[in-house]
């Protein structure tokens, strides 16, 4: 039975088998037609099994037959499963993957390709993390969340070859070369966070390591499933694939649209089901991972992602321009974000010194980290742990925007955006991310604004209001720096905590901004609140009882 979903009635499922496995990295390498209006290139990923999947004394055919008759408990309490009992087939009738190929054009979808809605298999709820094939052996089926995307080719990717990779060897005796190179992914993900330069630089080595062997797979309206014969553990599964996929025109992970303008632009909507059409991924919450993007456009285009660096373009081709971004902090798949688009950079007419005091920038690789547990976190480069960051009051930050909104922009949005990171520096101390480009998006953005790391998407509708109204929109997406991005809820049904604390925050950030004497702050937080009680009071009269209560996420049967 294949699952159709009423979006936004109905809960968006969560099919990737993360109590398995997880993906600890992504690295994208992506180009940008706005004459198809598709997003097409490669993605790699690299998993690390949970501990209960690594190999012991027991026979891997005991290992597997644990797996198959207890659920599984890594990190997510009751997930949802794919058990495909289908015959996978392997694409064998595309071009061989061309290591460096920046530019290059792919080949065409043709050849009867399993595409997500187009050849759809039936969901079911499942303890098991096995697959039973064509010989009747079970394999680990890996399961990622996937929409509205064409899958071309997915390979196991042969990252032993890469020059100097020997180093993350510890047991250069291993016989076995799946074994090698699974061990070698091991050690390159673990590494310290001092060392997070040199994890990104062998990541994108890896990255364009030439294949090693096709791997089977299959999707269905919700996921992408892949296997490998033989391997029948997580630990067995190969730790380094190559996925070759496209977007669609009508992917509901991305629009194409034009700007205010009447230029051309692609941005993620981040809803109503996240990012599993713009590349396979892990969408629970609770699957934290880094990424590396390379994003290749038109020389006319800007690129901006939820990056932590800021990008420059580098000139490739005539009239073809790469950016490339990345991220080191753990995070759920859907924090990333991309916008390209004929966007200006807004400046201030003036910058006063203390300005540029305020923003001075302060680099990873500087970074005076101290790993004395003042965070409970992973180990990463965490600015909470950098004693220059905590004295950085005003991050440094960028505005874009379509040409047309460039005095708007300047007259209100430039104004308030030092106070209001200021404000917010004064309140919660440390910006958890080192960055923040606002991107005034196109007229058709369904909200007033969305906060990712790094990036805030503002309406144009906030810039129409006057200070009072872009003030409080950008007080209450930078408030989500702090709850809703370093901090999250563990599954979609409480994101209501997050925007619990970030409406709040918006006004105590406001008040701090405007610089309000105590008692007037204290009165605009009091009517503000008066007037969200009487709106909720007036939503719950009009609302259906079944839409006034929590849901739980969707379990599929």
Not at 240 to 263: L, N
Not at 390 to 419: N, Y
Request: a negative charge.
């Amino acid at each position: 039975m294949d699952i159709k979903l009423e979006l936004p009635q109905d809960d968006l499922p969560l099919m990737a088998n993360t109590n398995h496995i997880l993906v600890k990295h992504y690295v994208l390498d992506l180009d940008v037609n706005f004459k198809s209006q598709i997003i097409e290139g490669t993605l790699v990923l690299f998993f690390q099994p949970g501990n209960r999947y690594r190999k012991n004394s027991s026979s891997t055919e005991e290992t597997c037959r644990s797996e198959s008759n207890e659920a599984c408990k890594f990190r997510m309490p009751e997930p949802c499963h794919v058990t495909n009992t289908r015959t996978f087939s392997s694409k064998m009738k595309y071009n061989d993957f061309a290591i460096c190929g920046k530019g290059e054009k792919k080949t065409s979808g043709k050849d009867g390709n399993h595409d997500n809605g187009e050849q759809a298999s039936g969901i079911s709820s499942s303890n098991y993390c096995c697959d039973t094939g064509i010989h009747g052996s079970e394999d680990f089926l890996l399961v990622l969340d996937c929409c509205d995307l064409s899958v071309l080719k997915v390979e196991e990717v042969d990252i032993a070859a890469v020059p100097g990779i020997e180093k993350f060897t510890r047991s250069p005796k291993l016989r076995v070369v799946s074994e090698l190179r699974n061990q070698i992914v091991h050690e390159l993900v673990t590494l310290p966070a001092d060392r997070w330069r040199e994890q990104l630089d062998y990541y994108a080595c890896c990255s364009q390591a030439p294949g090693c062997g096709e791997l089977l797979f299959d999707t269905d309206s919700w996921s992408l499933q892949i296997r490998k014969t033989g391997a029948q553990t997580a630990t067995d599964f190969p730790h380094a694939i190559r996925i070759r996929y496209r977007t669609k025109p009508q992917g509901r992970s991305v629009t194409w649209t034009s700007d205010q303008s009447g230029r051309p632009c692609v941005y993620t909507m981040g809803s109503p089901i996240n990012n599993r059409a713009l590349f396979p991924c892990q969408e629970p919450p609770v699957a934290m991972s880094t990424w590396q993007a390379t994003v290749r456009a038109a020389a006319s285009f800007v690129v901006l992602t939820s990056g932590e660096n800021s990008a420059k373009p580098t000139q490739l081709q005539e009239g073809s321009l790469s950016w490339h971004y990345y991220v080191t902090m753990p995070m759920p798949a859907s924090t990333f974000t991309i916008a390209v688009g004929s966007w200006t950079e807004m400046k201030p007419e003036t910058c006063s010194s203390d300005d540029l005091a305020a923003e001075r920038s302060f680099s990873t690789s500087e970074a005076d980290f101290r790993y004395a547990g003042i965070c409970g976190h992973v180990e990463y480069p965490c600015r909470f742990q950098n004693t220059s960051a905590t004295t950085q009051e005003i991050i440094p930050h960028r505005v874009f925007a379509p040409v047309c909104l460039k005095g708007t922009c300047q007259e209100t949005l430039l104004q308030l955006l030092s106070s209001c990171l200021a404000a917010a520096h004064s309140v919660l101390g440390t910006h958890p991310f080192s960055r923040l480009d606002v991107l005034i998006v196109p007229a058709n953005f369904p909200s007033l604004g969305m906060a990712s790391p790094h990036i805030v998407f503002l309406s144009q509708s906030a810039l129409t209001g006057g200070s009072h109204l872009c003030g409080i929109r950008l007080c209450h997406e930078i408030a989500h720096a702090w709850f809703g991005l370093a901090i999250g809820a563990r599954d979609w049904t409480e994101e209501w905590l997050s925007e619990g604390f970030a409406t709040h925050l918006e006004d105590v950030f406001w008040a701090k901004a405007q610089k309000l004497a105590p008692h007037e702050a204290q009165e605009q937080q009091e009517l503000r609140a008066c007037l969200r009680w009487r709106r909720l009071q007036d939503e719950l009269q009009n609302s259906p009882e079944e839409m006034q209560v929590l849901r739980y996420p969707m379990v599929l049967k």
